[in-house]
């Protein structure tokens, strides 16, 4: 099977088709600008057509034994591991990724579906007293109905894995929407997974299209209970705006512009981890990621150690073809974000920083770039970077740590580094974001903790019982086992 000719289509009710739009998405590799597929778009015509199968197939499988839904989350979770290789090379030509960031996602992915086998489980029913006398409270957790998915290019596979295999496992079903620039790893692999699982047709529906085209329907149309997004600040505030005016639930993961801080107390051996760390928590995917450390706070006691080590190992990393396994940064996903990129760092020397090390531009190819020196009123300092490029920024003790560290409009992740465990918690805690790494890097998830962010970083929480609670809903159903009084 190709994947690039035989998944790029949309998937509706079960059938693959083409969209009946008038243009094309077009799907190219972002190393060597191979076109991999062109999509004709859906319109809002299949947006309802979708939405409509889905709230169809969604009653019986409401209905279906929990084991059973389980079932076909085990299926999906053999058929990549059989499937591995194929889709870690479909990672490589789609987005540019590294042969070892496809292999993190695939296997993270891995993780994420056993889980989702569990979660098919999970929800629990309570009795509850009443001020009634012979009156029963039950309360049930039930599928919300249908849920929008609408995924991010960066982590596709496992970003939609991570919300559509739960939602699917608590007996609800799905219509995605896949980025642009990842149709198939993020949106037609995922559907021939789940069929080939045997999910029953229209439990899952894929639509290849744009906002240029279908404008609000995704989110407005009035089958979808729950609007799950991962993408940018900027357009979570309208997908949140739409869908809250449509009294719509949401589940917003969005920007990030975290901090690792490397705090006084670190020896020789600590600095070195911490360096590790950073470079690691910037430079994963091209720094392509919401968690990514933006920002490096160094206290000024350990600044000079930390940044000599910290400089040398970014200049050490090797920009390149993303094939090859001698390459740890490959490109990032457009022109379009190679060209923002480059006048982002123009900018930020222009206004004053200084490039510790200056990458150059070639096509999509954007090598490491450390700036430090920046004003404390640049507005790089408070923004989301993503790419390649990182501000290294000293401080003076801990409460301008975290100041500094607080001092944006975004709260998702974070780490701090510390010789003492409990100094690194106490800090943690004063740190406004919705995760926080101890001696770690920024960039973290895991099945069964709740994964989500605090101020423009977005609303919700997914993983575990967090999922749970966002793909379901409580039901009270009373039972007057006796009389009732009543007043008229």
């Known amino acids: 099977m190709s994947y690039f000719t035989d998944l790029a289509h949309q998937y509706i009710d079960g059938e693959w088709r083409a969209g009946s739009g008038s243009w094309d998405i077009i799907d190219f590799n972002p190393y060597n600008g191979e076109k991999l597929a062109a999509i004709t778009v859906a319109t809002a015509l299949e947006v309802d057509q979708a939405y409509r199968a889905a709230e169809r197939a969604q009653r019986a499988w409401a209905e279906t034994n929990p084991y059973a839904r389980r079932r076909v989350i085990d299926r999906v979770l053999r058929l990549v591991e059989e499937r591995e290789d194929d889709i870690v090379e479909a990672i490589i030509d789609e987005l540019g990724g590294t042969r070892l960031k496809a292999e993190y996602e695939v296997g993270a992915a891995r993780d994420f579906l056993r889980e989702a086998g569990h979660l098919a489980l999970r929800p629990e029913g309570r009795i509850l007293p009443s001020l009634v006398d012979g009156k029963e409270n039950r309360v049930y957790r039930l599928p919300v109905g249908v849920i929008g998915v609408i995924s991010p290019f960066n982590y596709p596979f496992l970003v939609t894995i991570k919300a559509v295999a739960p939602a699917l496992a608590l007996g609800n079903a799905v219509v995605l929407k896949p980025n642009q620039n990842a149709p198939v790893v993020g949106g037609g692999l995922i559907a021939k997974l789940f069929e080939d699982a045997e999910l029953p047709a229209g439990l899952l529906n894929v639509l290849i299209t744009d906002s240029a085209e279908i404008g609000d329907t995704l989110i407005a149309h009035p089958v979808p209970k729950v609007i799950s997004f991962s993408g940018s600040d900027r357009v979570g505030s309208h997908v949140g705006a739409v869908a809250g005016a449509h009294f719509k639930r949401t589940i917003l993961e969005l920007s990030g512009n975290s901090a690792l801080v490397v705090l006084d107390d670190l020896d020789e051996a600590g600095i070195d981890y911490a360096v590790d760390a950073a470079v690691a928590s910037r430079f994963v995917f091209q720094g392509q990621v919401c968690m990514a450390a933006n920002r490096i706070l160094v206290d000024r006691c350990v600044e000079r150690e930390f940044t000599e080590k910290f400089v040398a190992k970014v200049a050490a990393l090797r920009t390149g073809d993303p094939r090859d396994p001698e390459t740890h940064i490959g490109p990032v996903i457009n022109t379009f974000q190679a060209d923002a990129l480059t006048a982002l760092v123009d900018q930020a020397l222009a206004d004053g920083a200084t490039a510790l090390l200056r990458g150059r ?14 004003p404390d009123d640049s507005p790089l300092m408070r923004q989301e970077i993503f790419g390649p490029v ?22 998702l992740s974070g780490a701090v580094h510390t010789s003492n465990v409990e100094r690194g918690v106490r800090f943690a805690k004063r740190i406004v974001t919705g995760m926080m ?14 994964f989500g962010g605090e101020k423009c970083s977005g609303i919700g929480r997914l993983n575990g019982d967090a999922t749970v609670e966002a793909f379901t809903t409580q039901k009270w159903i009373s039972v007057q086992h006796s009389r009732t009084g009543f007043p008229f």
């Open 390 to 411: 990182v501000l290294l920024v000293p401080f003076d003790g801990e409460e301008e740590a975290v100041r500094l560290a607080n001092d944006t409009p975004y709260g």
């Open 361 to 374: 531009t070639r096509g999509n190819l954007v090598e490491p770039t450390v700036l430090a020196g920046l």
């Open 437 to 450: 790494h101890v001696n770690d890097s920024t960039i973290q998830d895991d099945p069964l903790v709740p």
